[in-house]
């Protein structure tokens, strides 16, 4: 036992010490000089309200933290505190209540680890995405204006000369009509790509089931065009984004309908899995497929397998999708064989928020689990 105390007084990577049950600090260790500033003799016997901030609110948020850990036997502390020196680090912390036996309670312990560097980092995305935003933005309005008088006037002469010239002429008009729509489209899509991350507020929690939902509503005329088959197993309740949700269930079963066996009814079941502290959602089609070696760059902006002119779209949904699951926190992936159906997966952390060492990516199915193929009957 003496040894585990020294070896965990000498951990320097987390900050580790015990409060009493009124929040007097009683141990430490040397992740608490490191990061806090404070040597042993300055620690043991103060408040822990000291490494709270704003100052004038220190008490209050310790307080509150302690209560909530008595409560519910821990508690989670994500935010700014204060070094001895009075500079501020964002820190991870986590509290346990520690009771006897007899269920008294004998005071908290806390380790705290320092998120400075990846605060940062988010707040520099957040300021790229919004970058980003503005640019579609301008580009959507600057770029529409022409293009909608060059698409205007295509049409018009198609329309009123049609026929008066000869067959190639009439092609050619034809090309530009169709280049102009399909400029548009690419145009509404950078922008929805841009999008994809900017919603910051989410609800505390969400029937995914009712997200689902709305995306099969929009997705209705397709999905009788096709006469699809979509059922799906019960959805959990957690916090995300609705907007997005919706955008990513219709983006994903959408992808579905549209790569169909032409000599098949699609159909489209979808899953929910909790595993560890995620929910995996899966989306099981019986569709045309693809190779597996393309699992991982579907995902990239423009990313098209196939011609242009063999199904329709511009290649932005799966990016957008993969943008959607990274800003809550999760990871996407699509396993499929040539004519045997695709699986895409992705996955939502429990409490909606990112893990702390999360670094979002596109995974292979062999990175996360085996890989299975689509069956159906």
Known sequence: ??????????????????????????????????????SEQEWIGQPASIIFTPAEKAMEVCEAEMRKAQDSGSATDIRWHRRKDGTEFFANGFMNAIRDDAGALLGYVK?????????????????????????????????????????????????????KFDAEADRFLGFIVNASQRMSTLIQDLLEYARATTEEERPTSVALDEDLE????????????????????????????????????????????????PDQIPQIHITAEQMNREWTIAIRDNGIGFDPQYASTIFAPFKRLHQPDAFPGTGVGLAISRRIVEAHGGRIWAESRPGEGA?????????????????????????????SSADFS
């Open 1 to 38: 036992m003496d040894l585990y105390r020294h070896q965990v007084r000498e951990i320097t990577e987390y900050a580790m010490f015990t409060l009493d049950p009124d929040g007097i600090l009683q141990s430490w260790n040397a992740g608490v000089e490191r990061l806090l500033g404070y």
């Open 111 to 163: 380790i705290m680890s320092d998120e400075t560097a990846r605060k940062q980092l988010q707040d520099s995305l957040s300021e790229s995405n919004a970058a980003l935003e503005q640019f579609a933005y301008v580009a959507s309005h600057d770029l529409q204006e022409p293009l909608r008088t060059m698409s205007s006037y295509a049409e018009l002469l198609t329309r009123k000369y049609t026929g």
């Open 214 to 261: 709305a995306a099969l509503t929009h997705l209705t005329q397709a999905i009788e065009e096709s006469g699809a088959s979509i059922t799906h197993d019960p959805m959990p309740t957690i916090a995300v984004d609705r907007g997005q949700m919706v955008r990513l269930f219709q983006n994903l079963i959408g992808n579905a309908l549209k790569y169909r066996k």
């Open 343 to 371: 699986i895409f997966r992705f996955t939502l952390p429990l409490d909606g928020k990112p893990p702390r060492s999360h670094t979002p990516s596109v995974v292979s199915s062999a990175e996360w689990r085996k890989s």
